[in-house]
Antibody, heavy 116, light 112 residues
Framework: QVTLKESGTGILQPSQALSLTCSFS??????????VSWIRQPSGKGLEWLAD???????GYNPSLKNRLSISKDTSNNQAFLKITSVDTADTATYYC????????WGQGVMVTVSS | DIVMTQGVLPNPVPSGESASITCRSS???????????LNWFLQRPGQSPQLLTY???TRASGVSDRFSGSGSGTYFTLKISRVRAEDAGVYYC?????????FGSGTKLEIK
């Protein structure tokens, strides 16, 4: 059974760094072809892909967030991580992680609020 | 970036009728392997998105055959036959042909 669950800082102040963890089971990030993506969704709005990391440590980033994103993984513990630096109110959203290029399994999402 | 543009539905759609959701990409989503790298998702209120189809027309595991994806390299349609109340929500297309991966803005389906 494949499951993913996001966790991270719930409330931050502008300029702080956001750290998110995706803990998953039922698959391994050491398996050829497997990737994990991060996606976010502001309340009432659409989906925005942020980044992904794959079995071979290949990484992809959304250039709209410029150099603020950093993705990594801990294969042994079945976790993927996303860090966003210098947050502002526009980063307020629900953050999801999802598996693979098909995005066939998603976590329940974690709400992040940036407020002064 | 590849821009994904979704159409609007004439809501609400009567239960039992069909609904077709359109999506257009600014660049062909056909890769050199011949596959078309387009996903469709349904997001019900308060839930995470759910994969419906991938490679433009392949239904995901457990997805009803009432959902069918079709299209060309840049124009795509998700058809929902005999709509039910449980089909209500926002539908998103997504291209996974190249980075950055991009989603359409979503199409809302309401059922009458």
């Amino acid at each position: 059974q494949v499951t993913l669950k996001e966790s991270g800082t719930g409330i931050l102040q502008p300029s702080q760094a956001l750290s998110l963890t995706c803990s998953f089971s039922g698959f391994s990030l050491s398996t050829t072809g497997i990737c994990v993506s991060w996606i976010r969704q502001p309340s009432g709005k659409g989906l925005e892909w942020l980044a992904d990391i794959c079995w071979d440590d290949g990484k992809g980033y959304n250039p709209s967030l410029k150099n603020r994103l950093s993705i990594s993984k801990d294969t042994s513990n079945n976790q993927a991580f996303l860090k966003i630096t210098s947050v502002d109110t526009a980063d307020t959203a629900t953050y999801y992680c999802a598996r693979g290029s098909f995005f066939d399994y998603w976590g329940q999402g974690v709400m992040v609020t940036v407020s002064s | 970036d590849i821009v994904m543009t979704q159409g609007v539905l004439p809501n609400p759609v009567p239960s039992g009728e069909s609904a077709s959701i359109t999506c257009r990409s600014s660049k062909s989503l056909v890769y050199k392997d011949g596959k078309t790298y387009l996903n469709w998702f349904l997001q019900r209120p308060g839930q995470s998105p759910q994969l419906l189809t991938y490679w433009m027309s392949t239904r995901a595991s457990g997805v009803s055959d009432r959902f069918s994806g079709s299209g060309s390299g840049t124009y795509f349609t998700l058809k929902i036959s005999r709509v039910r109340a449980e089909d209500a929500g926002v539908y998103y297309c997504q291209q996974v042909r190249e980075y950055p991966l991009t989603f359409g803005s979503g199409t809302k389906l309401e059922i009458k």
